[in-house]
Each structure stands twice: as C-alpha cells, then as structure tokens.
C-alpha cells in the first residue's frame, strides 16, 4: 500500500529504545556471544531499514530476516554486516544471494543439491546455515540418514561455506522447560553427528537468552526484545521476568477527523452493533482493519485527548468510531496503542484484549501507516 502522508495517522518509532534494548542485550551475552538483530516483517512492523542502521549503531554483528527480499532491501539500504534468511529459500534464487554475500537456510539434501545446480558455472560461493527441526515441526533435518548425507555432500564441496547450523525453541518462552530440554537434547544429538565445521552454532532466540536458558549458542537472534516487548507475553498467563531492561519502542496515533451527536436509537457502524441509548457524542479517527487495526478491537479502549474512550461499532476497512464523555475538538490527539506499558492500550494490552500476542499486533501495522522515528 502507498503510505498516507497526508492523513493524521502514523506509528512512532522511539530509536533511544531500540537501541537500549540492543545495549543491555549485549551487555547480557555470555562471553564470545554475538548479536544477531532480527530484522523480519519489517522490523516487527517498526521499519526494517531505520532499525537495522540504530542497531549497527548499538553494536548487532549480523542481521536475521525471514526472506530474500527483506536481506536485499538491508543490502540496497548499504547493509554490509551478515544477513541470514531463516526461512526456506527457492534453489532457483541462490545465486542471487550468494552476489550479495546472503547466507541461506538449508532444510534438506534435495535443497542443496537443487542449488549445487543452480550455482553451476557461475564461479559462486553460498553460504548456507544447517537448519534442524528438533521439535518446532517447521523447516530443517529431523533424521540422522539426511543429515550425515547433507554432510557428506558438502565436505570440501566448493559450492558452499557452511557458515553456521541451527535451530529454534518452540517453548523457550514457557516457565516449563520439558519441552524446551527435549529439544536441547534432540539439537545436542544432530550436532554430535556433525562432519562440517560450521562457523556459528546457533539456538538462542530472544526467549532463551533473556530468560537464562544458559544453553551454548554463539549467536543470539534478538527479535521481539529489540522492540522493548517481552517474549513471553501472552493473554492466559503472566509474563515471564526477564533479565534486562525492555523499554517498547512502538506508539500508534492519529486524531479525531470528525465529532458530532448522534440520537437516541441511532446506530454506529456497519451492521448497527452499536445503539445509542440516549444522545451522544461520538468521535471519528481515520484509521481502520486496512491499517491492521482488526475489527476485534471493537470495544477496546484507547486515548484521545487525556480520556479513555471505548471503540464503538464495528471498526471499519478505514475509519473507526469512539464515544467521547464530552465534546472534543476536531484535530484532538489520539494515542491507539502505547508505548507506555503502564498504559490501559499499551500493546500488551490491545493484544490481551484481541487474544492474540503483541508479535501480531504490531506486525499487521500497515506500510500505509508512516513510520516516523524520533531520539
């Protein structure tokens, strides 16, 4: 979508805390650890390329994104720091990467012998990282045949620098660990079967690090935690301590475009879900689902002016109305989610309260927001 600079809504971006979130990160490694900023879905709907810069600025060593696109969009920007792309890649597209010094995932055999064929004769060299399922169900080597056969594949193969081999916790973020050793142990096994000599051997996601999983890992893949939030957040339990201090980056903001009465009996948005009972005052702002604030939010409670006020009726594809205690001002600033964690519509909050996860929440933000960025 084309962004809507000349429309009164936009997410702010606060790089004070991106970068104090990546500072008291690295001050938390253990020693010889680097920081491997991830930088997917746009930075987590925070701009990818603004927040790559702050946290070369911080001190990453490397960047994790989810696609080719998002490592060449880094590379355009004059990104030169490593990039690996964590999800699976099309062979056809290899050598494309390996022009620009990208750093692939390898799921399977058959994916590295497509790429072996795609890099024929173009005098390439791909660096790959060895992706293990060891409990996520997701992408990488689950059986011992394919895994010492890759490896056998790609001893003295000049095709490739086997530059790292890794995997990911499905419940790093959970105060039971059962899960999470199991799959400790299964990673633990694939290693002791390795031939390769990767560079990095990496699990550590933001969960594991912050929570002091303290399982070796030369990487960490900081994600949510560059953006202030908390792993472990989600809306039937607590959230987890953690062992740094997380300071969120991300407020959303607009401002009434419209205030007028409505009567008695008069209803507010598609299909009337909401009925005056008696004359009120409601609040137009001119963001809606298309910006990625979804129709759950009916309801939800969010700051205009120095007031909470309710979201009423549906919210609709591009506008959303409020009911106001009292008359406001067309132009009154209005704050949709926090950067306050305190804050009634911090976006922990405003993701409790669609039953989702602030990961979610902040990702559906649309390019048709503006990002603008400020300290």
């Not at 031939?195 to 303290?214: E, G, L, M």
């Not at 008069?266 to 009925?275: K, M, N």
């Amino acid at each position: 979508m084309v962004p809507g600079f000349h429309r009164p809504a936009a997410v702010y971006v606060d790089l004070a805390a991106i970068r104090q979130n990546i500072e008291q990160e690295i001050k938390h490694l253990q020693p010889g650890q680097k920081l491997f900023a991830v930088v997917k879905a746009n930075a987590y709907g925070h701009g990818a390329v603004r927040i790559a810069q702050e946290a070369v600025k911080a001190g990453a060593s490397g960047f994790c994104v989810a696609i080719l696109d998002e490592a060449l969009e880094l590379r355009r920007a004059g990104i030169i720091a490593p990039i690996l792309v964590l999800g699976v890649t099309q062979p056809e597209y290899a050598a494309l990467a390996a022009a620009n010094g990208i750093s692939l995932t390898v799921p399977s055999l058959k994916w590295l012998k497509d790429v072996q064929t795609n890099l024929a004769g173009n005098n390439l060299q791909l660096k790959i990282h060895l992706a293990v399922d060891s409990g996520m169900g997701r992408i990488g080597f689950s059986e011992d045949s394919e895994f010492n056969a890759a490896n056998d594949f790609l001893l003295n193969n000049p095709n490739f620098d086997v530059e790292g081999m890794f995997t990911h916790f499905a419940s790093a973020d959970s105060a039971d660990d059962t899960y999470f050793q199991g799959q400790v142990d299964r990673f633990t096994h694939f290693k002791k079967l390795l031939k390769v000599k990767p560079r990095w051997i990496h699990v550590d996601n933001t969960a594991a690090s912050v929570f002091n999983k303290k399982v070796h890992s030369d990487l960490v893949r900081f994600g949510i935690g560059i953006y202030g939030l908390n792993p472990s957040s989600n809306p039937t339990s607590p959230d987890l301590p953690v062992q740094i201090k997380l300071k969120p980056a991300l407020s959303f903001v607009s401002e009434l475009v419209q205030v007028h009465t409505i009567h008695q009996g008069q209803g507010v948005g598609y299909g009337s879900t909401y009925i005056a009972d008696k004359d009120q005052i409601i609040g137009t702002v001119p963001v809606g689902y298309a910006d990625g604030f979804i129709r759950k939010f009916q309801g939800f409670k969010i700051k205009v002016g120095n007031e909470f006020c309710p979201i009423v009726g549906r919210v609709c594809m591009d506008q959303l109305m409020v009911l106001l205690p009292y008359e406001m001002a067309v132009g009154t600033k209005v704050v949709l989610i926090s950067n306050n964690p305190a804050a009634p519509n911090s976006i922990k909050k405003a993701a409790d309260y669609v039953d989702s996860i602030h990961y979610e929440v902040a990702c559906l933000l649309d390019d048709r927001l503006p990002r603008k960025y400020y300290n």
